[in-house]
């Protein structure tokens, strides 16, 4: 199931949906409930490639080019194809990034051996793990990935905590957007241009 | 660029002028200059402040050309902070000029006779040096501010602000960018506090007459250039991250590896870590009309650099960088960005290095001063370093000094002098360079280049335990020799990812001297300018206890790995065998 089926809609009990002109300032607040974290509902077990692939719809070309530095549960991964996103997993990912520790950070980095101590391991033997039901995964998308990707995702929907979701109303002038309640609930938003 | 410029400003009848060939010390640019005239005439155990010592300001060996991204200005001196050797380089527009004046470098020698303070005007027509007492304590602002009606719009200025003037040992020196405005510092050592001692309060380049410098060889020059450039805008990170976001792209990605100082290194995660990342920091300065994508110097290809307007759209100060928004954030429990970008122009004005003055407020909030968080009270403690208050006076004097003064143990410096950026325990590799590095406690003494394309060394298996020693050793020795072509450090990126960048790099010198250097050439480079920086620093005093990162480092775990700094002791010691 792909980010903003069923799943995640569901798992957020209540929805909304904001509409920004293309350049309306709110989308750098919108964009940066990615960078913040948001939460997917989705199969788990997948390996980070294939949750990148088949629930955030990256491209292969685009997960091998631009998708540099991934981490999960803040270990920076070297095989993707090995890490594999469980419930509850926080998966981070980015372009590659500037400085030695940068560079360091990166998929596969002749530099690895300076992080070695919290390098991501993978507790399981790959992507064979694929097929273990459903469940929530928290994903960042931080700079390029996040400007590349984030009105994709947008448009189909995250799920983000109520206040979140009421400040980014607020923000866009369309504050009764997100009917007020829980603050700690979750809410299905969806971003469209227009 | 064969001209050595000596001023010394002790002489019997006030400062004396001197230009002499370069002679023993051609061949040389930026770090390596600095670090030859100092370890050849500084007395290492002098006083950083006293009339032996000396300060030596040098352009690099591409400074001044067509090359892009050569406009790094080198500073040197024994350091009034670490008691050692100390190279700081900044951007800006003055290594431009000053190569183009004819300049290898400028030495400031000797001690003033008096408290008169110093203008020294550098032109094609020659040096002029004025008394002129109206500029004292002057911030960094106000003085170009000033100088720029007489002295004019096309002049680059380095200058001192009140902390150099004051010479607290955190002082730095201001070179101005594009926009005349004082933001490129060589922050780190204090040198600030040198040039200050020598009672100059700046240095005027005006390079009106002169002419672009030209290669031996044009063509092949020309090709290289073109090679280079290229290199550089096709790499994803200096032809995209950083032009979009900045350095300060590095908050998110560094906080998510746990490797972000929070609270005086306390922790290394940032709950606000999203709040002052470069995308915020970027989609903010779009949205009230500032630059998010900005050169330093002309000629800068990169762009990494901003400018960050107020809430009210006006100028506030450049894109601060990411040590800064570290330093002044999260290492202080501080979210907010305007209040960075506030202690950020505060620092440019007062002229002290950004990332001393994080590290310090947050062992002063550590201390109880003030409490983790609390935005005015941080700016007001910089308001404090300005004034010279006693207080003031003790935070100035950096991290080291600051952490005595109130009984605080947890105190990251290395040689005195306070870590930059990266936790240690969660990046151990990066420690091994703090550790180490002849210049105390610095992120970019072991920033640069593939040590597989140079092969400096042998191949290094990033797989095996000892690489992390290996590596520093390299990246070190490496970094030192980047440093002396007076490139900017972010070229590192696309060369160490690219060979046939790095090719260019070398076809540039190569072109443009007339030489055949090898990668080899450029390792023993880097090699002998390590080997005099250590032998100063040991002729100075220090021993391979100063090679060590403070205790609490391999004894206090770190969230979120619960990690320590593991590298032994032993091992530290092995980085220089070569």
Not at chain 2, 260 to 285: D, R, T, W
């Amino acid at each position: 199931m792909v980010i903003g089926g069923g799943p995640s809609r569901c798992a957020a009990g209540r929805s909304a949906t904001i509409r920004l002109p293309p350049g309306d300032p709110a989308w750098g607040e919108a964009l940066g409930l990615l960078q913040a974290g948001f939460l997917v509902s989705a199969r788990i077990g997948l390996s980070a490639r294939s949750f990148m692939r088949d629930i955030l719809r990256f491209e292969d070309e685009y997960i091998e080019g631009a998708v540099s530095t991934v981490f999960i549960d803040s270990k920076p991964v070297d095989d993707i194809d090995a890490a594999v996103v469980v419930d509850g997993s926080l998966l981070a990912l980015s372009a590659a990034m500037p400085g030695l520790v940068g560079a360091v950070m990166r998929r596969k980095s002749p530099y690895s051996s300076f992080r070695k101590a919290i390098s991501y391991s993978s507790p399981l033997a790959g992507p064979k793990a694929e097929g273990r039901g459903e469940g929530l995964v928290r994903v960042k998308l931080f700079n390029s990935v996040m400007r590349d990707r984030g009105r994709d995702l947008l448009s189909r929907g995250i799920l983000v905590a109520e206040a979140q979701a009421r400040s980014l109303g607020a923000a866009s002038g369309a504050s009764s957007a997100v009917a007020s309640g829980d603050e700690e609930g979750l809410v299905f938003l969806q971003v469209l241009e227009g | 660029m064969d001209t050595l410029l000596r001023i010394d400003v002790g002489a019997a009848k006030g400062p004396s002028v001197n230009k002499e060939p370069i002679g023993a010390y051609a061949g040389m640019g930026g770090r390596a200059l600095t670090s030859a005239v100092v370890a050849k005439e500084v007395p290492p155990l002098c006083h950083a402040l006293g009339p032996e010592n000396k300060l030596v300001i040098a352009p690099g060996l591409l400074s001044g050309t067509a090359a892009g991204q050569s406009g790094r200005l080198s500073i040197g001196a024994k350091s009034p902070l670490t008691g050692g050797i100390k190279e700081s380089n900044a951007g800006g527009q003055a290594a431009q000029v000053l190569a183009r004046l004819g300049y290898a470098c400028i030495v400031l020698e000797g001690k003033p006779r008096n408290d008169d303070l110093y203008t020294i005007v550098i032109t094609k027509d020659g040096v002029k040096i004025e008394v002129d007492n109206s500029l004292k304590m002057l911030g960094n602002y106000d003085l170009i501010d000033k100088l720029r009606k007489v002295y004019g719009e096309k002049a680059a200025y380095i200058s001192i602000g009140p902390a150099g003037e004051m010479k607290l040992t955190a002082a730095s020196i201001a070179c101005t960018d594009m926009e005349l405005h004082p933001t490129r510092h060589a922050g780190r050592g204090g040198l600030g506090a040198v040039m200050g001692s020598k009672g100059v309060k700046v240095i005027i380049l005006d390079d009106e007459g002169c002419k672009m410098r030209e290669p031996k060889d044009p063509e092949k020059f020309k090709a290289a250039n073109k090679v280079w450039i290229e290199g550089l805008k096709k790499h994803p990170v200096t032809g995209g991250g950083l032009p979009s976001f900045g350095t300060n792209v590095l908050t998110n990605i560094i906080n998510e590896a746990g490797g972000f100082p929070v609270n005086n290194f306390s922790s290394g995660q940032f709950a606000g870590a999203s709040k002052i990342s470069g995308e915020s920091q970027a989609a903010l300065m779009t949205a009230r009309g500032g630059q998010p994508t900005h050169g330093c110097h002309r000629g800068c290809v990169i762009q990494c650099s901003g400018i960050y307007n107020d809430a009210q759209g006006k100028y506030l100060s450049k894109q601060a960088e990411y040590e800064t928004v570290w330093a002044h954030g999260a290492n202080c429990g501080i979210d907010d960005l305007d209040t960075i970008q506030m202690l950020d122009r505060l620092d440019d004005d007062i002229g002290i290095d950004t990332i001393e003055m994080g590290v310090t407020i947050g062992i002063a909030m550590d201390a109880g001063l003030i409490k983790f968080g609390d935005k005015e009270g941080a700016i007001n403690l910089l308001k404090e370093v300005g004034k010279g208050t006693p207080l003031g006076r003790i935070i100035g004097c950096g991290a080291g000094m600051t952490g005595k003064a109130f009984g605080v143990e947890r105190v990251a410096v290395v040689k005195n002098q306070a870590l930059p950026a990266y936790d240690p325990r969660a990046i151990n590799g990066i420690g091994v360079t703090y550790a180490t590095t002849p210049m105390g406690a610095d992120h970019t003494a072991g920033y640069a280049i593939a040590t597989n394309i140079l092969k400096v060394g042998g191949f290094v298996d990033p797989l095996k335990p000892e690489g992390q020693i290996e590596l520093s050793r390299n990246l070190q020795i490496a970094t030192a020799a980047i440093d002396s072509t007076g490139m900017c450090l972010f070229i590192a990126f696309a060369v160490l990812d690219q060979p046939e960048t790095f090719q260019a790099l070398i076809d540039l010198l190569n072109a443009f001297y007339g030489l055949s250097l090898t990668g080899d050439d450029v390792t023993a480079l880097g090699k002998s300018v390590l080997t005099s920086e250590r032998n100063f620093n040991k002729a100075a005093g220090f021993t391979k206890e100063d090679d060590r990162l403070p205790m609490f480092f391999t004894r206090d775990p770190i969230a979120p790995h619960n990690q320590v700094f593991a590298v032994k002791d032993e091992e530290l010691d092995k980085v220089f065998n070569w």
